[in-house]
């Protein structure tokens, strides 16, 4: 197996080639932030909080899907970088309809972490105040669209490791949203298996259990750990 030396802050990394940058940093100690990252599924950079600097290349890389090079020379926490990020979370907040007092994810919110870590208490962005639908017809589970950023977490989850696609992305720009089925009510949507993976992947309130109310949301992070060990790694066992 080849391996390539790069430098990430100043420290010297050595991976296996064809690691990320992101999984660089990570055996390195190195934190980059993440929204739509999520372990075990596959990266779409849709977000594009971990952008990073490599010195030689002009644009901003996503670390998630920019592979490791031989004696690449990579920075993740410029001033430029942090507007970048700060005013990534602005946009995000600016797009959707987030009201973190009411939502059944606040205190346990990806996106409001995010927001704290960038110093945002406000944006400079004019709020959009998009005209979005609830669906409750799942008789567990409900989605929020007012609190969906997109990330598509739900999507690969129920594709890539429960293997029910139930959700997708339907339309372009400013009008995509997630669908279920085929732009069904979740709760007619015969291929759900009920099984709350994407409630688990969820970053922010989107997807939540019913009866659920402000603050009470929370996930089980390690059940999708364990289920891509199970399968990756035949260990079957909690």
């Known amino acids: 197996m080849s391996v390539r030396t790069l430098t990430i802050d100043g420290q010297p990394v050595a991976i296996a080639e064809g690691a990320t940058i992101l999984e660089a940093a990570k055996e390195a100690g190195i934190h980059i932030p993440t929204l739509c990252f999520l372990e075990g599924v596959s990266a779409v950079a849709a977000c594009r909080m971990c952008l990073v600097e490599v010195e030689g290349i002009s644009k901003l890389l996503p670390a998630c899907v920019t592979q490791v090079a031989e004696e690449m020379v990579v920075h993740t926490n410029t001033p430029k970088l942090q507007e970048y990020r700060r005013m990534t979370v602005e946009l995000l907040f600016a797009e959707g309809n987030h009201v973190c007092s009411i939502c059944v994810a606040n205190g346990n919110c990806e996106l409001q972490d995010a927001a704290i870590k960038v110093g945002m208490d406000h944006t400079r962005f004019p709020y959009r105040f998009p005209n979005r639908s609830v669906d409750v017809s799942h008789p567990q589970f409900g ?11 739900c999507v690969r989850v129920c594709d890539e490791i429960e293997g029910a696609h139930v959700w997708d992305v339907a339309q372009r720009g ?18 759900c298996t009920s099984c709350g993976k994407c409630v688990d992947a969820c970053p922010t309130g989107a997807i939540f259990r019913k009866g659920t109310t402000t603050a009470e949301k929370q996930r089980d992070r390690a059940k999708l750990e364990f289920l891509v060990n199970a399968r990756e790694k035949h260990e079957w066992t909690r």
């Open 174 to 191: 400013t009008a995509a949203y997630i669908v279920s089925g085929l732009n069904q009510p979740w709760g007619e949507v015969d291929a």
């Open 143 to 153: 989605i929020d669209h007012n609190r969906c950023i997109l990330c598509t977490r």
